[in-house]
């Protein structure tokens, strides 16, 4: 266990009361934020363990399961007919002991009843049994199909394992999904506006958080402690919590002091806000989103970073003034969100495959939409928080295609271990850290009536 950790009995009971909610469909966010709302109020310790606990076990829901399925054969009692909040018990129970190898009179010892308000359906006595029957999950018997078999090592369905080995290959596919299974790396980005990298990790690190700077992105620290970081620093606006990816994605908009750019997906307005750094004060950052609640935040942030004069929040799409006038658009379009699984680990599970076939159409209808406002002689640039080429670079392909005044952007910034052709960028949790990003950085032809070549990706 984590020493930053407190196993308390109130922390115990979030944990289960968030597997339960997680495993019957809710949101897994949502889950651990109402069952620490909820009940006696927990302290920093206690929710680091409750929230640890309910994501670990969702990571590792597949394996834990075949575990409860061999202990419930070796007891005669079918793990397929456990029911209700006796799932979660023994679910908590089986990542204590079958995942993390703990000796079972301690996890038993925590829960023993009266216990942290735990079901009472399953005694002591049959917890203990149940325990004891737990297989390490390094013993449990491995599908021979290859893909079915790195979906139970990594504890993903099996669907996605395949469309993992078909994009990569079996080993690639493995190194990848192992560092998507990593806990979430915290990044942060210094607010330009504001303050440089190096000056924030000195005010960080005078607060008591210690950081250490990205691999890629010029303004990223990631936070190696996160105890106190939400103080002065925070609360001045000198830093917002941003994926370096994402970081990545906004420094390829290659935006200058005093352009007008539109934030096309802007979602909570993390990339809003980035924009808002490159072109200062005397720019223009439009924020949209179809789901306009997600930028009911925004003025807030922007005011703490200073960035209130320049950031506007609009709803649904742009203003019609601003119809091919934008210097920068960027689409950061809904996708299957796989890249950032590190994060959100319970999407493996909320995923169907039919799902992942309707995304690239809708990419595209998106990003054409958006294309519309950029100026001649701007830039359009298309991300994705998936590693699927489907949503990224086939997108990009026939967007391309079928809009011959746009090429691909060669000059864009965008780190050289990052690109991957020209004007395109791809981050992988297991060679940059983070999650899965991908982006196209394109540029629209001076004379829209003319143009020098598709630039189509191959």
């Known amino acids: 266990m984590d020493v930053r950790e407190k196993r308390s009995r109130k922390a115990i009971r979030a944990a289960l009361a968030t597997i339960d909610a997680a495993t019957q469909g809710r949101p897994l966010a949502l889950a651990l934020s109402e069952a620490l709302r909820a009940g006696d109020k927990l302290g920093p310790q206690e929710r680091r363990a409750a929230a640890n606990a309910a994501r670990a076990a969702v990571r590792e829901l597949r394996r834990i399961d075949a575990a409860l399925g061999i202990a419930g054969e070796s007891l005669q009692r079918p793990w397929r007919k456990v029911e209700g909040r006796d799932k979660a018990l023994l679910r908590y129970l089986a990542l204590r002991v079958s995942v993390e190898g ?3 009179s301690r996890a038993l010892g925590e829960l023993a009843l009266p216990g942290p308000l735990r079901p009472r359906s399953i005694d002591d006595a049959a917890l203990a049994l149940w325990a004891r029957a737990l297989p390490a999950v390094e013993a449990l018997p491995v599908p021979s199909e290859p893909a079915s078999a790195l979906a139970h090592r990594r504890s993903v369905p099996d669907f996605l394992a395949r469309r993992f080995v078909a994009e990569l290959g079996p080993e690639r ?9 990593l ?14 990298r190096d000056e924030l990790a000195r005010r960080l690190e005078k607060e ?19 105890a106190s970081l939400f103080g002065r620093a925070h609360s001045e606006g000198l830093f917002e919590v941003q994926d370096e ?7 390829a908009c290659a935006a200058r002091p005093g352009e007008v750019a539109i934030d096309f997906c802007a979602g909570s307005g993390g990339k809003a806000l980035a924009l808002a750094a490159q072109i200062g004060a005397k720019g223009r950052v439009v924020a949209c989103d179809r789901v306009a ?8 942030r922007a005011r703490r970073a200073r960035a209130q004069k320049s950031v506007q929040a609009q709803g649904p799409e742009p203003s019609e003034e601003l119809l091919g006038r934008a210097d920068v658009v960027l689409v950061d379009a809904p996708c299957s969100g796989l890249g950032g699984m590190r994060r959100e680990v319970d999407l493996r599970w909320r995923l169907k495959e039919s799902e992942l076939a309707l995304y690239p159409a809708r990419q595209l209808e998106i990003l054409e939409s958006a294309s519309r406002f950029v100026r001649p002689g701007g830039r359009l640039v298309y991300a994705t928080c998936s590693p699927f080429k489907a949503e990224g670079e086939e997108v990009a392909r026939r967007f391309l295609e079928s809009h011959p005044s746009y090429a691909l952007d060669e000059a864009a910034p965008i780190p050289e271990a990052a690109r991957v052709g020209r004007g395109q960028m791809r ?15 394109m540029r629209r032809g001076a004379d829209s009536h003319s143009c020098s070549g ?5």
């Open 183 to 196: 806990p979430p790396r915290l990044d942060l980005r210094a607010n330009r506006l504001l303050v440089g």
């Open 173 to 181: 596919a493995d190194a990848v999904l192992a560092a998507l299974n």
């Open 427 to 441: 981050v992988w949790p297991d060679l940059h850290g983070g999650g899965a990003f991908f982006a196209a950085a």
């Open 102 to 104: 703990e000796d079972p």
């Open 208 to 226: 008591g958080v210690s950081t250490e700077p990205g691999r890629l992105a010029p303004d990223c620290l990631i936070a190696v402690d996160r």
């Open 293 to 300: 609640r997600r930028l009911d935040e925004l003025p807030a």
């Open 245 to 251: 990816g994402s970081q990545l994605i906004a420094l």
């Open 454 to 458: 598709p630039g189509v990706p191959r």
